[in-house]
């Protein structure tokens, strides 16, 4: 089921990215307030969301291992 949410949310990344109508780009960073290893994609994307004002979040590896990156609009 993680795979599938991850699948998911690199999926709507990739059309955000690539959207023609999308007006803003997308920035990644690191979590600000994500503790420990990310597994669960849909928990990390609501941390994002409800305590980062992201636009997105998702679980992606790294040197770190797999942390949770949230998404933005970047600023100009």
Same mark, same amino acid.
């Given at each position: 089921m993680t795979k599938s949410f991850?699948?998911?949310a690199l999926l709507c990344i990739c059309f955000l990215l690539h959207s023609p109508t999308a007006e803003a780009k997308?920035?990644?960073? $690191?979590?600000q307030?994500?503790?420990g290893r990310?597994?669960?994609t849909s928990h990390c994307d609501r941390?994002?969301?409800n305590w980062e004002d992201a636009r997105?979040?998702?679980?992606h590896e790294d040197k770190r291992?797999?942390?949770c990156f949230? $998404?933005?609009?970047?600023?100009n």
């Open positions: 991850t699948l998911v997308i920035c990644q960073r $690191y979590s307030t994500w503790s990310c597994t669960e941390q994002c969301i997105h979040g998702a679980c291992g797999r942390a949230c $998404y933005f609009n970047c600023k």
